[in-house]
Structures are given as C-alpha cells and as structure tokens.
C-alpha cells in the first residue's frame, strides 16, 4: 500500500526555535494536510493543502505542497511549550479535502521542547 | 467549528466480549465516516469507509466480520469489534466530513482506547 515517510521520527529542540519537518511519497496525493496529536487525543488539523506548490501559513506554521505532489513540508517559527506533541502529515487521493477517501498517514515526528 | 464525537473514550473488557464504539457529527451531516486504528506509538492506519445507507468499505487485511461497522443516519456511525483478543487492543479513533461542504477536510474525533484483558 501507499506509505508517507516522515521526518525526523523526533526532535529535541530549546523554546524559541525554528522547526522543521517532512514527509515524502513514492506515490502522489492530491491533497496534504497536516495534524497534530496530543497523548490520548484525536488529531487536530493544522494545515491544510489542496494545489501543488501552494504555501500556507496559520499562525507560526507554515507549510508547503510540493510541486511534485510527493512531498510536503511544515515549518513551526519561535516554539513555545504547548506546541510539544506528534505530528503527522496526512496524504489524500481526492482533489479536495472532503473526498471519500481515507488518509494516509505519515509515521509522525514527535516533537519535544526542552526548558 | 465541525465537531466529531466518539464514545466511549476507554473501554476495558475481558476476552471474547464484542464491544461497540460510536462516532457521531454533532453539528453536521457525514455520509461517510472512516475509522482508523492506531497501535502505541504507531501512526494512524484506516481501517474502513463508512458509508451512510450503504456496506463499509474495508482496507486489505481488515477483517470485515471482526469489525463490524452500522451507518444508520447521517450523524451515526458505528464500529463493533466482535469477540475482542488482546491483540484487538489499540486507540480507535473515527474521522467525519461535513458532506455539504466539498472543500471541509476530515475532522477526528478523541479516540477510544480499548484493552481487552
């Protein structure tokens, strides 16, 4: 079946920090959305992403649709504490977010903020 | 906002108990829901498509009589994990969209933890 790599796995940064993470797929998807989940939680959207090569930002994230439709990536600026959890990027045949089809899930990168 | 509601939120039961697990749209109309299933640790894999009116659409190597799924009304789904084992143990979690909205993406609900002992 279709897999998401997703990267890093984890990442160990200082409060105040840049981040970066990404996925690629050997296949394309139509959409990219990205989700973030908090222990016991369902995942809460973030971004979500429906042209390639479209760049969209919420907030101190920002995230990118690669041209390809096999990649995508999301950038949080300035970290604060409450952004520690996983996230994962999500790919999706559909044209749009509401298709009828399920998501693929990434494996996530859990995200830890050191004091 | 869409919201998703799942129910219940933990569940432990003793081995060979089927147990049910709902999904509901609070505040918009699903024809289809889907289900996933998480392992600790593990990312989200999708189970199945849950279609209103209509049988479930299982991904490869689900097994479709082990969990049963019911999408009786626009707002409902529901997911029964038949004669549960330990290995059935996991975070089940099901996602909604608002079927009215073509552009609205899948809203999660909280997940229901299930231990089978």
């Known amino acids: 079946g279709q897999q998401l ?7 160990f940064i200082q409060e105040g920090e840049d981040v970066s993470m990404n996925c ?14 908090d222990p016991g939680e369902g995942p809460v959207l973030l971004i979500a992403l429906y042209k390639a090569g479209e760049l969209t930002s919420n907030g101190r994230l920002t995230a990118q649709f690669g041209i390809t ?6 950038n949080i600026s300035a970290s604060i504490p ?12 559909s044209y749009s977010g509401g298709g009828a089809d399920g998501l693929t899930f990434g494996k996530g990168t859990h995200l830890i903020i050191q004091p | ?15 060979g108990t089927s147990v049910k697990i709902e999904c509901r749209s609070l505040d918009f109309q699903a024809t289809t829901m889907f289900w996933y299933r998480q392992f600790p640790k593990q ?10 009116g209509s049988k479930a659409t299982y991904e490869q190597g689900v097994e479709k009589d082990k969990f049963l799924i019911n999408h009786a009304s626009l707002t409902l789904s529901t997911l ?30 909280d997940g229901t933890r299930l231990s089978i002992l």
Request: proline share 4%; hydrophobic share 30%; glycine share 4%.
């Open chain 1, 69 to 74: 439709r096999k990649d995508s990536f999301l």
């Open chain 2, 80 to 109: 029964t994990v038949t004669s549960a084992h330990p290995e059935d143990s996991s975070f089940y979690i099901c996602s909604a969209r608002d079927f009215s909205n073509s552009n609205q993406p899948q809203h999660f609900g």
């Open chain 1, 82 to 93: 409450s952004d520690v959890g996983i996230y994962f990027c999500a790919g999706q045949q």
């Open chain 1, 24 to 37: 690629t797929s050997s296949s394309i998807f139509n959409t990219w959305l990205w989700y973030k989940q």
């Open chain 1, 5 to 11: 790599n997703q990267s890093p796995q984890s990442m």
């Open chain 2, 43 to 52: 990312s989200l894999m999708l189970m199945a498509t849950s279609n209103e």
């Open chain 2, 1 to 15: 906002g869409a919201v998703v509601s799942q129910h219940p939120s933990w569940v432990i039961c003793k081995s």
